[in-house]
């Protein structure tokens, strides 16, 4: 816990937050933590986005909208996180609790209202000292436990509402989320409303406090298993890998990694392997280097790697284009680049 500031003035109270504000700096990363400094007339704002420990490498979600519909699985190995937005009163910590909103693509607004709940006995236990802390870590390491939270986590409630949304056509607003409640409209009454909790007495009322911030258009499987690829290579990126070709070590951000044997490779040796292939005609023969795996890469990675944007490919679409019976599109929209399948 932080520490612990007393009872006395305004001035004692800005400054603890200040105290508080970059103590959260030194735990979380840059893009975990926002914060607009106060003044005189603004207080401090800010937003954590809390990453969800969970029980197991990975975690699995499915939905099934009616009898007909076969089950959709995705398992992923990163959840999207939620998001702690606050604002802190200047009479933080000595009188009342940072006004704040829970948002998240991937609980509902039933679910987001416990967690809430959850923040507001922590604060009336620890009124008087720094909180924000306390609030993040119990998200992190809580979330679920206290929601319950198995594998496979059955999402068909969010696909019967995105559904049920979509036949009565009903009009898509930005950041609307799927319970008819605004996550700018949330953020507003968390700035101006006086009020500390709306009912944190009963669970059995959804909490305003709670946004889903998944918009209808979205697949919240393929949101999931975004997210997922986008924080794999970001971790990917942070490490040194050893090339499986020349044996060096270089940062992730200079290698190459096949999706499903996950064998790596420095940019500079895969480059040159794939224009061999290519010049040679062999694009189906575009797999792993190792001996006897048939691990292949996407079109996309290909194409669009960064390591290959000086690459002439003119020979590659022609051959892929030679190839159409082979060829299967993504069936996601943003999905734009055919998958070739040997």
């Known amino acids: 816990m932080l520490l612990v500031t007393g009872t006395g003035s305004m001035e004692q109270d800005i400054e603890s937050q200040k105290e508080e504000i970059e103590v959260l700096r030194s735990i979380f990363l840059d893009e975990s933590l926002e914060v607009q400094e106060g003044s005189e007339n603004r ?7 809390v990453k969800v420990q969970k029980p197991g490498d990975t975690f699995e979600f499915y939905f099934e909208r009616d009898q007909d519909w076969n089950k959709q699985l995705a398992s992923v190995n990163h959840l999207p ?28 607004r039933k679910e987001l209202s416990r967690l809430c709940y959850h923040l507001d006995r922590l604060w009336n236990e620890n009124q008087g000292f720094q909180i924000l802390f306390v609030w993040a870590n119990f998200l992190s390491e809580d979330t679920f436990s206290v929601l319950n939270l198995q594998s496979p986590c059955d999402l068909t409630w969010i696909a019967n509402k995105q559904w049920s949304r979509s036949r009565r056509k009903r ?55 975004d997210y997922d690829s986008v924080e794999k290579i970001r971790i990917f990126n942070t490490k040194y890998h050893t090339c499986k ?72 679409i022609s051959l892929l284009g030679s190839c159409k019976q082979k060829l ?12 070739l399948f040997a």
């Not at 401090?44 to 986005?49: C, E, L, P, S, V």
């Not at 299967?328 to 998958?339: A, D, Q, R, Y």
Request: hydrophobic share 35%.
């Open 81 to 108: 996180p939620i998001n702690l937005h606050f604002v802190l009163p200047y009479d933080y910590p000595s009188v009342h609790a940072p006004r704040f909103v829970l948002s998240c693509s991937w609980l509902g």
């Open 43 to 49: 207080p401090i704002i800010g937003r954590i986005a």
């Open 245 to 316: 070709v020349c044996f060096s070590d270089k940062p992730g951000r200079l290698c190459f990694q096949f999706p499903n044997c996950l064998h790596v490779y420095c940019n500079s040796c895969i480059k040159s392997y794939f224009e061999v292939k290519i010049q040679d005609g062999e694009v189906r023969s575009l797999k792993c280097p190792e001996e006897k795996c048939e691990s292949q890469p996407t079109a996309a990675q290909v194409m669009v790697y960064k390591t290959f944007r000086d690459v002439d490919f003119t020979d590659y």
């Open 328 to 339: 299967h599109h993504c069936l996601i929209k943003s999905g734009t680049l055919p998958n």
């Open 171 to 225: 009009s898509i607003q930005a950041k609307k989320s799927m319970d008819g409640y605004s996550l700018d409209v949330a953020l507003t009454y968390m700035h101006n409303s006086q009020i500390e909790a709306t009912d944190s007495s009963s669970l059995r009322t959804l909490d305003r406090r709670a946004v889903n911030t998944l918009c209808l258009s979205d697949n919240i499987l393929v949101v999931l298993t």
